[in-house]
């Protein structure tokens, strides 16, 4: 296992989620590690060694980190979906398969979104385009208006609900 991602009804039982779960895991020669909490008191309470330091501070946002993928504000307690920001020089069924990968949602927070490009995708194979062929009929202003509204993907937050 390689994350962990929980939701407890306060402080007191999160600590001590954090010293049962360490306990759980030492008998199977894991550690438990990079722990983070959007309540101070209670990673207070949990060793500096254990915490995560892999947070990220842009421009003076709100810490940042990742958790099964999906980077979550531990302040604000939200998690936002991040891509690739890499544009693509060309308009082909392979670039976008490869744009489409680069949307990693888990908890499939944006599948609606990602749904729409999987359908213009099975149309181009439906068209009998080939995977470096340059799209230039209509479909292509639909796929590029999908490419518009995956630069705003970044501004979606979706708070954490217990």
């Known amino acids: 296992m390689d994350d962990s991602i929980d939701s407890v009804e306060n402080e007191t039982d999160g600590v001590k989620l954090y010293y049962e779960l360490r306990e759980l895991w030492a008998k199977a020669s894991m550690e438990a590690r990079k722990w983070i909490s959007n309540s101070p008191s209670a990673l207070a309470e949990i060793p500096d060694e254990d915490r995560a330091i892999e947070i990220v501070i842009n421009d003076g946002q709100n810490p940042m980190t990742k958790t099964l993928g999906i980077a979550w504000n531990s302040q604000t307690d939200e998690f936002k979906i991040s891509t690739s920001e890499k544009s693509q020089s060309q308009l082909t069924k392979r670039n976008i398969l490869r744009k489409i990968a680069t949307i990693f949602d888990p ?36 796929i590029a208006t999908w490419f518009d509204q995956l630069k705003q993907l970044d501004t979606v937050k979706i708070p954490r609900c217990l």
Not at 124 to 142: K, S
Request: hydrophobic share 55%; aromatic share 14%; glycine share 6%.
């Open 107 to 142: 908890l499939r927070f944006v599948s609606p979104f990602i749904v729409v490009a999987k359908l213009l995708l099975q149309e181009l194979w439906i068209r009998g385009y080939g995977w470096d062929d340059e799209i230039a009929d209509e479909i292509a202003v639909r």
